[in-house]
T-cell receptor, first 113, second 110 residues
């Protein structure tokens, strides 16, 4: 049972490049989330998906897009990366069946040069 | 969502109880209190949550004041492996907008 899997683990981009961070969960959870964590800071919510087919903005959505591809997968896209998007990105999932406890992936370290 | 306030850092001697406070003075009746911790740069890990009553599990105890305006996470016998950042979060039932604050950096001292 893998839980929440994020790919890639590390990525270096040049300013203006685009990329998609992938997230998949195998716990049959309804809700999924994307957070970013800057050095020495707490986590900030980018987008979340309460259920398949729905997505909503979090605290810091600008510069990002998301797709809830199916119940298992929730991707985060950077259309034109900027140095300010250098961060560690965490994906998480939750479900009412487990009292909406968040289960996190191991993170993606993204550097934008 | 109610905001939470936590001290930025705390120290605790190994083997002693660690008591981490959280203020959530604007909490509403249908808002739960959740605690997570983050060790190094790993993804945060769930610890415990509660609504009104005190709760205990294998990891910790959660004490919520009667007016629900504050809570305390208790690690009964802290070990060096409990050194982490601890986050207190308030979440409205039926919503999914989990907002993390800056947390408390707990250092357990040998």
């Amino acid at each position: 049972n893998a839980g929440v899997t994020q790919t890639p683990k590390f990525q270096v981009l040049k300013t203006g490049q685009s990329m998609t961070l992938q997230c998949a969960q195998d716990m049959n959870h309804n809700s999924m989330y994307w957070y970013r964590q800057d050095p020495g800071m707490g986590l900030r919510l980018i987008y979340y998906s309460a259920s398949e087919g729905t997505t909503d903005k979090g605290e810091v959505p600008n510069g990002y897009n998301v797709s809830r591809l199916n119940k298992r997968e929730f991707s985060l896209r950077l259309e034109s990366a900027a140095p300010s998007q250098t961060s560690v990105y965490f994906c998480a999932s939750s479900d009412r069946a487990t009292n909406e406890k968040l289960f996190f992936g191991s993170g993606t370290q993204l550097s934008v040069l | 969502d109610a905001k939470t306030t936590q001290p930025p850092s705390m120290d605790c001697a190994e083997g002693r109880a660690a008591n981490l406070p959280c203020n959530h003075s604007t909490i509403s009746g249908n808002e739960y209190v959740y605690w997570y911790r983050q060790i190094h740069s790993q993804g945060p890990q769930y610890i415990i949550h509660g609504l009104k009553n005190n709760e205990t599990n294998e990891m910790a105890s959660l004490i919520i004041t009667e007016d629900r305006k504050s809570s305390t996470l208790i690690l009964p016998h802290a070990t060096l492996r409990d050194t982490a950042v601890y986050y207190c979060i308030v979440r409205t039932s039926g919503t999914y907008k989990y907002i993390f604050g800056t947390g408390t950096r707990l250092k357990v001292l040998a």
